[in-house]
């Protein structure tokens, strides 16, 4: 297998499940892009090389996904306003503060997080509905700018993009019925994702011959993986996100214990 095909391949699986469940292609994405190359016995990626395929494939899966979700009307454009450009600025200021604190300790700080996340992903909530209407949700602004705040700027302390962590707390405190937060979450990080391309592409660290095999897997995937979504009853999409979102918080602990142990 060539690396051009073995790109297309993960693009495949991880933009599958950004359509499906609405997140960042980066939990799936740089694990997969890190392991499973020297697993195959092709040459490894660097750090920068995952950072820069993994950034295009989450604009890309943010892209198609919207266009799939809000053709369903799954997508809150008020929402995505208030939440996308909130946590784009609390993400800048994390990543410019991000020296100065502790990196294990906040590792394993988001990581409670996450499985906290993961956790209340499951718990029902009143609002909820199989067949949701975008034009009535409401949501306190107050909230959702705290929340969003809140975790870009934890994010951006510790490198890690959190958009998984939204979609629980999106249901929880601002209840926020799952198939809209599910599509309205893919809107809100990609403002996010274009800046984070821009900073790559201007630097150098993306492998533009990649890109074309994975942008050609990602659009079509994200697209099942949105049609998809549309046709699971909101109880499997919850147990898949909290499967997803624990997956997340176990590695980024294992992050953090690394961290300790250098």
């Not at 690396?3 to 740089?30: D, Y």
């Not at 694990?31 to 660097?46: D, E, I, N, Q, R």
């Amino acid at each position: 297998m060539n690396m051009h095909l073995l790109v297309g391949t993960l693009g495949l699986v991880s933009g599958f499940l950004s359509g499906l469940l609405g997140i960042g292609g980066g939990i799936v994405m740089a694990p997969l892009l890190l392991y499973v190359p020297p697993w195959l016995g092709l040459p490894a990626f660097s750090m920068r090389e995952v950072a820069g395929l993994t950034i295009i494939q989450g604009l890309t899966a943010c892209l198609s996904g919207v266009l799939v979700h809000r053709k369903f009307h799954f997508v809150s454009g008020r929402l995505a306003a208030w939440m996308g450009s909130t946590i784009f600025v609390a993400a800048l200021t994390g990543g410019a503060a991000a020296d100065r604190i502790a990196n294990q300790l906040l590792l394993a700080v988001f990581a409670i997080l996450a499985l906290a996340a993961a956790v209340l992903i499951l718990v029902p909530t009143a609002e909820d509905s199989e067949r949701p209407n975008v034009e009535q949700v409401t949501f306190s602004r107050l909230r959702a700018v705290t929340i969003a705040g809140g975790v870009g700027f934890l994010g951006g302390l510790v490198g890690q993009g959190g958009s998984f962590i939204l979609i629980p707390l999106m249901t929880s405190f601002l209840q926020i019925p799952t198939r809209i937060a599910i599509g309205s979450n893919l809107a809100i990080i990609l403002l996010s994702s274009l800046a984070a391309f821009l900073g790559k592409a201007l630097t150098g660290q993306i492998l533009w011959s990649l890109v074309p095999a994975l942008v050609l897997a990602v659009v079509p995937a994200t697209f099942a993986g949105g049609q998809l979504s549309r046709r699971l009853p909101v109880g499997k999409l919850r147990l898949l996100l909290a499967v997803c979102i624990a997956v997340a918080a176990i590695r980024i602990s294992l992050s953090a214990l690394t961290f300790c142990l250098e």
